[in-house]
T-cell receptor, first 114, second 113 residues
Framework: AQSVTQLGSHVSVSEGALVLLRCNYSSSVPPYLFWYVQYPNQGLQLLLKYTSAATLVKGINGFEAEFKKSETSFHLTKPSAHMSDAAEYFCAVSGYSSASKIIFGSGTRLSIRP | DAGVIQSPRHEVTEMGQEVTLRCKPISGHDYLFWYRQTMMRGLELLIYFNNNVPIDDSGMPEDRFSAKMPNASFSTLKIQPSEPRDSAVYFC???????????FGSGTRLTVV
């Protein structure tokens, strides 16, 4: 069975500050891990994905995430927050089949203070 | 590509009525997923198809829900009869074996009054 836990349902940072959204996973098989972003009244958009290649994964909009097996973590970071980053972020996990069903975390709402 | 297309974007219906949600996946994608999103339960996988065949429907809440995929370019999710607790945003997503991660549609916001 697989699951993800997102720590913090709401994170608020100042514009220009570091963004850190936390995600821990549980998986009985080597996982594929994802971060998705959802803007208001829109569907989910893939930010980045880890598929057992490089442990540091770079995504769109300046986001990156590092896979740490020893910590079972896949935290999302961005060095400098922008107002347009305000959205809901979902961490997700699937098995090693590329089309396995993806299990999503409960989401973290990111707010950016001017 | 136009992406995953869902219709309608919004649906308001009365309790007891039949509701049909529609999805057109990305051409060439052979996996299709239906999710439901609510504040209380987050994102729930309802059912998914591979090559038009239902693979896992364990997330379908009850017999009032049914999904079909008559061909590679079209799928429906039907609720009959609808109830207020079915109010949610329903997302369709598609994927291919070579593509890790899904592409989501914009969703259908269903309100049952």
């Amino acid at each position: 069975a697989q699951s993800v836990t997102q720590l913090g349902s709401h994170v608020s940072v100042s514009e220009g500050a570091l963004v850190l959204l936390r995600c821990n996973y549980s998986s009985s098989v080597p996982p594929y891990l994802f971060w998705y972003v959802q803007y208001p009244n829109q569907g989910l958009q893939l930010l980045l994905k880890y598929t057992s290649a490089a442990t540091l994964v770079k995504g769109i909009n300046g986001f990156e995430a590092e896979f740490k097996k020893s910590e079972t973590s896949f935290h999302l970071t961005k060095p400098s927050a922008h107002m347009s980053d305000a959205a809901e972020y979902f961490c997700a996990v699937s098995g090693y089949s590329s089309a396995s069903k993806i299990i999503f975390g409960s989401g973290t709402r990111l707010s950016i203070r001017p | 590509d136009a992406g995953v297309i869902q219709s309608p974007r919004h649906e308001v219906t009365e309790m007891g009525q039949e509701v049909t949600l529609r999805c057109k996946p990305i051409s060439g994608h052979d996996y299709l997923f239906w999710y439901r999103q609510t504040m209380m339960r987050g994102l729930e996988l309802l059912i998914y198809f591979n090559n038009n065949v239902p693979i896992d429907d364990s997330g379908m809440p009850e017999d009032r829900f049914s999904a079909k995929m008559p061909n590679a370019s079209f799928s429906t999710l039907k609720i009959q009869p609808s109830e207020p607790r079915d109010s949610a945003v329903y997302f369709c997503a598609s994927s291919s074996r070579e593509d890790y991660g899904y592409t989501f549609g914009s969703g259908t916001r269903l309100t049952v009054v």
